[in-house]
């Protein structure tokens, strides 16, 4: 819990404040749509390693951060991208070579995990899960779990439902709480407190924040505390819950951020193209990721005219006939 | 008769199998396109929702993902991923629900693999992984679910249980602990498979004009009841106009 009044800070430094070596994250957003991309750029920049990763469903983000040599292991429902790559294809080479370990949940149960750890509770039962191997198979040894003390001994469990008198199953699946170390996400508003406002849907970005140690939000305009406070009805996330804000316009690009602006197919595209080459993919972190300072400069890289075509516009909220190929 | 491609069939006959009023799940692709083409057609009433938390999009260009902005766009809510899952188990609204799902690979008892080829600890090829298709196979009433019509697909024996359909067949869903419902309607590039009410095998009920039961067959590596089967009614005119003109313009999923 932080109640200090400004939170401000650049990336650079909240990345090396909140994100160390080996720490459990998470991070925001689902497949192509606001995935926290300034903060992933610069955990690659400044070269964390052994990340223990979370997510449901991040598409862009999570491949990025395994691309750029941060995780060690992840517990993840979808590694997929949408139409821009049915699996990332980062992520893909990784497991196939053995690089990092998996656990596979789905989407309700990762959910659920984070929701358990923004309520506090130790887990929360589920029917999602019986005859899947998804209960059969587990991808960390228990001897690894035990290693490891942020780690529950079970990837999941099942019990006899307590309360079988009221009708309902006869069993269920108990899936654990996730408390990562930080969780970061990016969205439309901010103000210095870090009291916030997610337009559109949220996914299951309020969970992951409230289930954190840690959270560091980017946002797409830093606003004064007076402009979230008007309209609180549409605020989600109070500042209690935030340690670090950070302004960073375009912070979701190459995904998208809902009234602000699209995902940009031709970024996403390519990345897909040279993500599947070790020696492209070297070249694609080069000029985008090492070659640029901070995210204002890989905007500036894109060019005016890019950041003009995937402008959304103020009545969908997207980029209306944008080419999507 | 205007000419069509195996795509377009593929879509309109998993168009055609939505009812109206049902509450559609809907995941990435195709099957966003065949529920967007069931409710300009048939199935006005239907409900297109996404496990993202977005209710009733407008849908007025193809969403790329589940979680893309066009989803979120003149929504009746966009609640979160928690709302999403609750709806398709709740008592009111679960039993509505139709489910969209696809995967690498399928069995004869609708059972689905979205996660590897190979051994799950050293996997020759790993895929993204069940997403909410487990969720989605596990609450819902029915699902739909659509595949290549390839003998790699259709296997004995999927490596990796992702999504239980009717498992090892009557009875085994409800001993696992899951609710009553499960897989209705496989339908491919080449034909429409159903499950039958007894011994919940998969068999051929439709297969497309110009596809023998035959050739569907030899696309499949087990066997499957042919004699049932009767030729697919080809998209009409209507259906192929609505297909091309009001859901997927830009060509984005029907190339």
């Known amino acids: 819990m932080n109640t200090t009044t400004d939170k401000v800070m650049d990336l650079n430094q909240a990345v090396r404040k909140f994100v160390s070596e080996g720490c459990h994250l998470s991070i925001g957003g689902f497949t192509a749509n606001r995935n926290p991309m300034a903060a992933v750029y610069e955990m690659i920049r400044q070269g964390v390693r052994g990340l223990h990763v979370y997510a449901h469903s991040n598409g862009q983000g999570i491949d990025e951060l395994i691309g750029g040599g941060c995780v060690r292991k992840l517990e993840v429902a979808y590694a997929g991208n949408g139409r821009f790559a049915p699996t990332c294809v980062r992520f893909r080479r990784a497991v196939q070579e053995g690089k990092i370990a998996v656990e596979d949940y789905s989407n309700y149960q990762m959910s659920l995990r984070f929701l358990a750890g923004a309520m506090g509770v130790p887990f929360l039962p589920t029917r999602s899960g019986f005859g899947s191997d998804i209960l059969e198979k587990w991808g960390f040894p228990k001897n690894e779990r035990r290693q490891d003390p942020k780690l529950p001994d079970r990837k999941l469990c099942v019990i006899s439902n307590p309360f079988r008198e009221l009708g309902g199953p006869g069993q269920v699946v108990l899936v654990p709480a996730i408390r990562p170390d930080v969780t970061i996400i990016h969205v439309q508003k901010a103000d210095r407190a870090g009291t916030m406002r997610i337009e559109g849907l949220p996914f299951t970005d309020v969970e992951q924040a409230k289930a954190a140690r840690h959270v560091i939000v980017t946002c797409e305009e830093l606003v004064d505390r007076e402009v979230l406070r008007k309209n609180p009805d549409a605020n989600q996330i109070p500042f209690f819950c935030v340690d670090a804000v950070v302004h960073v316009p375009y912070g979701a690009y190459p995904t998208s951020c809902y009234r602000y602006y699209d995902y940009d197919p031709e970024y996403l595209n390519r990345y897909r193209r040279q993500a599947g080459e070790d020696a492209l993919f070297r070249e694609y972190l080069d000029r985008f990721v090492y070659g640029v300072k901070d995210h204002a400069e890989l905007i500036e890289l894109q060019g005016v005219e890019r950041m003009e075509r995937i402008r959304a516009d103020a009545k969908t909220g997207y980029a209306p006939g944008l080419e999507r190929r | ?255």
């Open chain 2, 1 to 255: 008769m205007i000419p069509y491609t195996p795509r377009e069939i593929m879509t309109i006959a998993a168009a055609r199998e939505i009812q109206d009023g049902e509450i559609v799940f809907c995941g990435t692709g195709i099957s966003m396109l065949a529920a967007m083409a069931a409710k300009h057609i048939s199935a006005p009433n239907s409900v297109i929702f996404f496990e993202t938390g977005a209710v009733d999009a407008r849908l007025d260009e193809v969403p790329m993902s589940v979680a893309d902005s066009r989803v979120m766009f003149g929504t009746a809510v966009n609640g979160s991923l928690i709302d999403a899952f609750a709806f398709m188990q709740n008592s009111r609204t679960g039993r509505k629900v139709v489910g969209i799902l696809g995967a690498a690979q399928i069995d004869k008892f609708g059972n689905l693999n979205s996660t590897v080829i190979g051994d799950y600890a050293e996997p020759d090829v790993r895929f993204s992984g069940s997403g909410g298709a487990c969720d989605a196979a596990a609450f819902v009433n029915r699902t739909i679910i659509f595949m290549q019509q390839e003998e790699r697909k259709f296997v004995p024996e999927v490596d990796y249980m992702t999504s239980p359909g009717w498992m090892s067949g009557p009875g085994s869903r409800e001993a696992a602990g899951l609710p009553p419902g499960g897989p209705s309607a496989v339908v491919t590039n080449m034909a429409v498979l159903g499950f039958d009410e007894n011994t919940r095998e998969m068999y051929l009920r439709n297969h497309y004009p110009g596809v023998s039961p035959e050739e569907v067959s030899e696309n499949m590596g087990f066997k499957v009841d042919l004699s049932r089967s009767a030729e697919l009614r080809p998209p009409s005119d209507k259906e192929l106009k609505i297909l091309r003109e009001l859901c997927d313009p830009q060509r984005l999923i029907l190339d």
